[in-house]
């Protein structure tokens, strides 16, 4: 699929204060001592940032509804960006300061089928100006775009890059997909990374973890998801019906089933 170039940043936005600020100054701030900053952010390549706002915003809830055209970064110590604030113990924090040309609104939101908590995104200017919903905007490998196509042609509704934290471990999910009675993590090992010793043995602790607390995994090599894909999608749907059914995110009341008998050729 080539190189793809990540310039555009999907941020969380946590107030409507911060919605104003964005509007008066045209700033956005990102604590410049947390370990995942993200790196168009570090290096400025950055070009545009979009928001995601959470539950406070009401209707504009759980969306991408504003972005705006990055100007300028900078390192500022938080005295500086709110200087009407009492000192306090905050006050030397640096940040980085995101400035923007102005703030625009989408003419329609880019929503969240399922109302996930969400951090960064980083994308691409072609998925942002084209995204149906938020899982449009991640590209991670061409192994799991292959996947995600499928998936969307299939309404699978899976989430991606979806975070679960089990026992203070932070893992990231390749493809979420919620059932009835089990979830299903389908991970895209890509060969290179995935055979080394080290990294077996890393994957193997964090499924453990993860069936521990009642999820199933699935893995898929590069040979699955380019050779065998049909056969690949067939059992991710038969492990959704034997696990009650994939969640409907557009109607909490319905699961579901793919049906047995069919032709995958004319589907796939």
């Known amino acids: 699929m080539?190189?793809?170039q990540k310039d555009v940043l999907i941020a969380y936005l946590p107030s409507a204060e911060d919605?104003?600020?964005?509007?008066?100054?045209k700033w956005y701030r990102i604590p410049a001592d947390i370990k995942i900053v993200p790196k168009m952010v570090k290096n400025g390549t950055i070009?545009?940032?979009a928001f995601y706002q959470p539950r406070s915003f009401e209707k504009d809830a759980f969306s991408v509804r504003y972005?705006?055209?990055v100007q300028k970064i900078e390192i500022k110590k938080r005295k500086y960006l709110f200087p009407k604030e009492p000192i306090n113990e905050k006050s030397e924090n640096k940040y980085y300061k995101i400035r923007i040309d102005k703030l625009y609104r989408l003419p329609q939101s880019i929503k969240s089928l399922r109302h996930?908590?969400?951090l960064f995104i980083t994308t691409t200017f072609d998925r942002f100006n084209h995204a149906d919903e938020i899982n449009d905007l991640f590209y991670e490998s061409p192994l799991?775009?292959?996947?995600?196509?499928?998936?969307?042609?299939?309404k699978f509704y899976a989430e991606r890059q979806f975070l679960e934290t089990i026992k203070d471990n932070n893992f990231i999910l390749d493809f979420a997909v919620f059932c009835k009675e089990r979830n299903i993590n389908v991970e895209c090992d890509g060969d290179k990374y995935h055979t080394k010793k080290q990294d077996v043995k890393k994957d193997k602790k964090r499924d453990n973890l993860l069936e521990s607390v009642g999820w199933s995994v699935l893995r898929y090599t590069t040979y699955d998801l380019t050779q065998n894909i049909n056969g690949t999608v067939r059992q991710v749907k038969d492990t959704i019906n034997k696990y009650g059914g994939i969640?409907?995110?557009?109607?909490?009341?319905?699961n579901h089933y793919f049906p047995k008998d069919f032709d995958e050729d004319t589907l796939f």
């Open 67 to 69: 972005y705006g055209r």
């Open 247 to 254: 969640e409907n995110p557009f109607d909490s009341s319905k």
């Open 19 to 25: 919605l104003k600020i964005l509007y008066k100054n």
């Open 144 to 154: 799991e775009e292959i996947l995600w196509k499928q998936f969307k042609q299939g």
């Open 47 to 49: 070009k545009l940032i």
């Open 116 to 118: 996930r908590r969400i």
């Open 2 to 4: 080539g190189t793809v």
